[in-house]
């Protein structure tokens, strides 16, 4: 096998994320829903057997060392292979909107590679590499719709009915950091229970960082508002800036110069799962 091309790489959705409490070390407790969606960026992977890896973008331009090259770079130095690659990544889903595209290239990344390289990590292989790029890599490479607890490292996959949602993202960012330095961040959500999830997933919860966000954000804001004239009660998703709601029109509004709007379905399991076996 010399490449693979055309390796989806989807974004995914919090239908809910409450914060519950805060560790000692900083970190904060969360509860959450993650739901993949088939908004996905594709990856290419071409094998090179000088050991050296490099990156080209087929569309928008990413920073010189993305989560792509780290991924590669990790999986190199666990594995000790001396094989390189040339990793093509065509981007789509938004950056700085709490959609996961980041950590799910690297997890494609990381099943694509070891797949080339014949390497035959297992998922707990594969996913102890992930957690150190970023909390959210497991999830995408567990391959599942997961209810998420803890500080995002407890999963349990779920089962959630088909849906169709329209994300909206603007063009403002935003910086997960700051959202938790807020001192108006609330930290002290009831802790939930799956059964009462599962009675509403599309409407259950709320998003803890949400109001934070719209201080920091107008365009938050502005996008749920958006949103709430088309007839629909949206909500941000992850760390924002970007809002969906669950939608059941074939058409949507026009939207402002500049958004980025998209009618998305729900995945029930990720492209690629199955590309690495489960761990005994």
């Given amino acids: 096998m010399k490449a693979i091309y055309d390796i989806a790489a989807p974004a995914k959705l919090n239908l809910f994320l409450h914060i519950t409490g805060r560790r000692s070390d900083g970190y904060h407790l969360l509860q959450s829903a993650f739901m993949l969606i088939d ?71 990381l099943l694509a590679l070891n797949r080339l390289w014949k390497l035959d990590f297992d998922l707990r292989q594969l996913s102890a590499i992930g957690l150190s790029l970023g909390a959210d890599v497991p999830f995408f490479l567990g391959g599942r719709n997961a209810w998420v607890e803890g500080i995002g490292e407890s999963m349990q996959p ?65 996008a749920l508002e958006w949103l709430a004239a088309a007839g629909a009660k949206g909500r941000m998703t992850g760390s924002g800036s970007a809002v969906f709601a669950p939608w ?15 009618l998305c379905s729900n995945l029930d399991v990720h492209p690629l799962a199955g590309w690495a076996v489960s761990q005994n």
């Fill in 158 to 222: 779920i089962e959630l009915p088909a849906a169709r949602f329209l994300v909206v993202k603007t063009p403002a960012g935003l910086e997960t950091a700051k959202i938790f330095a807020s001192p108006q961040l609330k930290r002290d959500t009831d802790t939930a229970i799956l059964l009462g999830f599962a009675a509403d997933p599309y409407g259950f919860g709320h998003n803890d960082l949400q109001p934070v966000a719209q201080t920091l954000c107008a365009d938050v804001g502005k």
């Fill in 39 to 109: 908004w996905h960026d594709s990856l290419h992977v071409e094998l090179r057997h000088d050991g050296q890896l490099s990156r080209e973008d087929l569309g928008p331009v990413l920073p010189a060392d993305d989560l792509t090259l780290r991924a590669a770079r990790a999986l190199q130095r666990a594995s000790g292979t001396a094989l390189g690659a040339h990793i093509g990544v065509l981007k789509r889903i938004p950056s700085e909107a709490g959609m996961g595209g980041g950590s799910s290239d690297a997890a494609s990344c």
């Fill in 248 to 262: 059941h029109q074939a058409e949507h509004p026009a939207a402002p110069e500049g958004w980025q709007v998209r």
